[in-house]
C-alpha cells in the first residue's frame, strides 16, 4: 500500500474517532445544566466545550464572550475552526475519498452520509431546540459508519491502519475529557466545592463516556474521581477506558509487524512498555491520598505518551 493512502485511512479513523467524541462531549455539557447544581452555571459548561476541544483561545480572539449560540456555531459547524465537528468529518471524508477503493462501498456511503449531514446544518442558522438532534444524530451516524468499517472489510493492513487510528484517538480523547474536568472542578469557586458538586462534575463526565450506569453496576457506590480514574484509565473491559485502547492499539500495530523485530527506539515498544505500566497500575496507585495534582500530572504525561505513540507509528509505517 501507498504510505499516502495509509496516511489518509490512518487519520479517516482518527477523525470520525474524534468527531464523535466531541459531539457526545458537547451534548451532555450543553444539557447537563438544564438540572445541574446552582453552583454550575451555563458558561462554565460552554467553556468546558472549548477547553475539551483545544480551542478555547481560537474562540475568545473571535468572539470575546462565551454564549450558547457562538459556542455552539464555533464548536459544532464552523469550518474554519479545525477543532469542530463539522471539520473532523469533513476531514475524515476528505482522507476516505483519497482511498475510496480500499474501503467497502457500504462504509463509505455511511461516512458520505454522515458528511453530508453535517454540511446540511453549516448552511442555515440552527435554532437551540435542534442542538441536541445535531449532536446525537452525529454520534449515531458515527457508529453507523464504524460498524460498517468494522464488518464488511477484510482484516487486512487496511483494517489494521484504521483500527489503530480509531482506538488510539479514543484513548486520547478520553484522556482529554478527564483533564477537562479536573480544569473544570479547579476553576469553580472553592467555597462552592463540596463533595456532592464535585461528584455531579465526574458523573457529567461519565455520561459523556456513556457509562455511568455501569460504573454503579461495577462498583456499587457514589461516583468520585478515584473511581472514574480507575474505569476509564484501567479497566481493560470497558471499550472506552484508556488501556482497554491502547491493548487494540498495540494489537494491531503487532500484526502489522509479522516479523515482531523491533527495538528501543520503535512504536511498537513504547506502545507495549506503556501498556504494561497501565496493566500493572493499580487502585491505590490513583489514589490522590491529599495530593490533588498526582492524577493531573500522570494524565498530561499519559496524553504526550499516546500523542508519541501517534508520531512514532506515522514515522514507521506511513512515511
Known sequence: MLSRIANNIFWMGRYIERGEHLARYSREQYFSTLDAPIAINKKMALS??????????????????????????????????????????????????????????????????????????????????????????????TYITKGFITNTLMRDEVWLIINTGVHLEKAIQVNRMILTKYQDIN??????????????????????????????RVYKCDVSKDVVMDFLVLNKNFPKSILHNLQSVNRSINRLNPSKRTNIHSVEFFGGKLEAQLKYMTFDDIKENGNPKKNIELLKTLLDKLYKIADLFEKQYLT
Open 48 to 141: 468546558s466545550i472549548l477547553r475539551m476541544s483545544g480551542a478555547y483561545d481560537d474562540y475568545l480572539e473571535k468572539y470575546k464572550t462565551v454564549t450558547s449560540e457562538n459556542v455552539f456555531d464555533f464548536s459544532a459547524k464552523d469550518p474554519g475552526n479545525l477543532a469542530s465537528i463539522h471539520s473532523c468529518i469533513k476531514i475524515a471524508r476528505e482522507n476516505a475519498r483519497s482511498a475510496r477503493y480500499k474501503l467497502s462501498a457500504e462504509a463509505y456511503e455511511a461516512l458520505n452520509k454522515l458528511y453530508h449531514f453535517s454540511n446540511k446544518f453549516i448552511q442555515q442558522k440552527v435554532p437551540e431546540e435542534q442542538w441536541y438532534e445535531y449532536y446525537q444524530s452525529i454520534i449515531n451516524d
Open 187 to 216: 476553576h469553580l469557586d472553592k467555597e462552592k466545592l463540596i463533595t456532592p458538586v464535585e461528584n455531579y462534575f465526574w458523573g457529567n463526565l461519565l455520561k459523556s463516556t456513556d457509562c455511568l450506569d455501569i460504573v454503579r
